[in-house]
């Protein structure tokens, strides 16, 4: 069992930037390759972005590949999304998630194929 719990969400202006937190309960957590997605208003929740266990994989959705960076620390339990550049069209709410993964370099990038699920945190982008 997993626990995940997003921090750092909040109202930023156009061209900003944000750091989202992930902390994760359980010794595990390196055991799982992880997840960012978003769901904006009336929108079904889209991937955003997904790190390996071991970090070295990185896979990101074209219009945030660049602007955005996902990384974690095993020793702290955690995933981070760094959001630079931020526009209107990125506000939404964007949750982690968890997927128990075999081998240290699989990534997933399918609603699916993730078990473990936060809250959620909500990003606004307006001017």
């Known amino acids: 069992q997993v626990q995940l719990v997003e921090s750092g969400g909040g109202l930023v202006q156009p061209g900003d930037s944000l750091r989202l937190s992930c902390a994760a309960s359980?010794?595990?957590?390196?055991?799982?390759?992880m997840g960012w997605f978003r769901q904006a208003p009336e929108k079904e929740r889209e991937f955003v972005a997904a790190i390996s266990r071991s970090g070295i994989i990185k896979s990101y959705v074209d219009p945030v590949n660049g602007p955005f960076t996902i990384s974690r620390d095993n020793a702290k339990n955690t995933v981070y999304l760094q959001m630079d550049r931020l526009k209107p069209e990125d506000t939404a709410v964007y949750y982690c998630?968890?997927?128990?993964?075999?081998?240290?370099?699989?990534?997933?990038?399918?609603?699916?194929?993730?078990?473990?699920w936060g809250q959620g945190t909500q990003v606004t982008v307006s001017s």
């Open positions: 359980g010794r595990t957590f390196s055991s799982y390759a």
């Open positions: 998630a968890a997927a128990a993964a075999a081998f240290a370099s699989r990534i997933y990038n399918r609603l699916n194929d993730y078990d473990y």
